[in-house]
């Protein structure tokens, strides 16, 4: 049975070995080698820290099993994931629609993602929270907020 | 001192000016409670509206948003787990539990008191040993300021828990890591931002903290299927919990906050070092002297763990106006604002200030101190309101939560790319604590990254690779031995536990 606390362990691991390779690729100016501290000292001295300690974690797991405490049965992964893609459209849209459209369609998918079907919830209030929002920012605090296809 | 003292007395009591920290305060609550918009965006938004005011008008105007700005701020944290300033991201470890279990209203009360409890006593501090606490707060050199983040870094260790020390390290690291990616300050050179413009500032604090705490707790929310939050009462509406504390309250409260308050101002006083690290070593310091039953609460809705940062913070707040009033140095952003904003008036902060506008001097001081009092009297009411915001249902709230966490990182960067990273770092953040990394550790790691590269690499460079600053320095020699205890209480705890 694969010990899931060790995965991640390994997982990490790897995070700081490729830190590691990366540090190698940090460019440093001539003479910058010989200093006694230059730009690659710092993530070398966490990337070979990291790893220690992950690899201090791995031998952790795999020596007492029974405290992997891990369970990744029974979540909602499907509504975590839907929000993400939803969060990540709103990345996407938010220059090209513009703040207030691309702020509205977030909420009313959140709402639906999370089971608001009631209509008038799901159109009014992000709408009508949206515009309070945009008025409040760009009138009264004078923030730019993306205007998008409402500039026209 | 009596004079001046009394002077500003006046000046605060004339009714504009009471209207003006009035205004100030409340507006400061309700922009610091945004996240993005925090002390310093407040202030900013301040200063062209107060550009035909008197210098003193000004000035009580701004420590007024600024006191509510904090204040704001400590209520997303509890409320929602969002810490829109890294000052207040310790209020969050025990305050948001509290408003979980049902005690919002009274984690905001804890707040509230211990925000002008903390800011009472840094007023009072500030009127006693201003100068001579800034000339004390000249005299810490690079060494001393990287002892004091190590010790700030040690902190860690209060988070944790029994059988996770492993996996709060590595948080630590990862914190750590994530600092350096973006442009060396040193030599400028780019590091880890595979040729994309848009990591070369590197990660911002508050992106990294909306991330794996705003986020990262609203996506678990509807991970775990947590269908009612355990905060809701009967009939759906939030438990808000009494706004009475206890006598047990009290008791448990009152050292707590008079420590925290003395060690936050003193932390405060030095340049760069601030609320984050007052916060962080106030809740540090509470967790090692509680004792063991107390300790365990923390980080499930302790009162002392969330009384400590909150007036750790405020008397930080209060403490670095004294490098700004006395020397004209601004010890943080926030100050930083506000040292433009005198400079714009006519006023220039330095040790001529006390001399040549002592009007202006002692307003700031006395309205600093008035600034506290008139938030605990405008939010002790506001409580049962501000609560409220957990009563939405869970399919309405999540998404609020999340359009507030990306909107607040959006409007300090105005670049969507930001939006992506976010969510990036959430799903992260979700994978590491689902394994039980804990997230307090990695944003202490990467507030404190940067500040520690830049002060070994001076220190380093000044001492010539040697570590002899640790023995030379007398502050940093303190310092240390400080470090070590804190790091080894626990072990002397389970040694002597043992027969």
Known sequence: MINRDAVAAFVLFAGFLAMGLGVTSIELFPGQETEVFSPRTMPAALAIGGAILCVLRLVQCLRHPEQALVALGGFDWTRTAMLCVTMIGYGLLFEPLGFVPATAAFLCAGFFVLGERRILLLTLLPVVFTLVFWLIMTRLLGLYLAPGILAG | MWEGIASGFTTLLAPVNLLLVFTGCVAGTLIGMLPGLGPISAIALMIPITYGFDPASAMILMAGVYYGAIFGGSTSSILINAPGVAGTVATAFDGYPMAQSGRAGTALAIAAIASFTGGTIGALLLMMAAPALATVSLSFQSPDYLMLMILGLSAVASFASKGRVLQALIATVIGLALSTIGTDPSAGVQRFTFGSLDLVDGISFLLLAMATFALSEALMTVLRRDVDRSGAGEGGRPAL??????????????????????????????????????????????????????????????????????????????????????????????????????????????????????????????????????????????????????????????????FFSLIGVYLVSFNTFDIHVMTGFAVAAIFLRLFQYPMAPLILGFILGGMIEDNLQRTLTLYDGSLAFLWERPVSFVIAILTVLVLLTPVIRIIRRKP
Request: glycine share 12%.
């Open chain 2, 241 to 402: 919990g009494s706004l009475k504390l206890s006598r047990e309250q009290v008791g448990q409260m009152a050292p707590a906050v008079g420590r925290s308050s003395v060690l936050g101002f003193f932390v405060g006083v030095l340049p760069g070092a601030g609320a984050t690290i007052a916060s962080f070593l106030a809740y540090g310091m509470e967790r090692a002297l509680a004792p063991a039953g107390e300790q365990r609460k923390f980080g499930h809705g302790s009162v002392r763990g969330l009384s400590a940062p909150e007036s750790a913070n405020n008397a930080a707040c209060t403490g670095s106006f004294v490098p700004l009033l006395t020397l004209g140095i601004p010890g943080s952003g926030t100050t930083a604002v506000m040292l433009g904003a005198l400079i714009s008036y006519g006023v220039q902060p330095g040790p001529l200030l006390y001399q040549d506008n002592p009007d202006v001097f002692w307003s700031i001081i006395i309205s600093m101190y008035f600034g506290n009092l008139i938030l605990l009297v405008l939010n002790l009411p506001l409580i049962p309101y501000l609560a409220r915001l957990l009563s939405l249902p869970r399919q309405l709230l999540v998404p609020f939560i999340l």
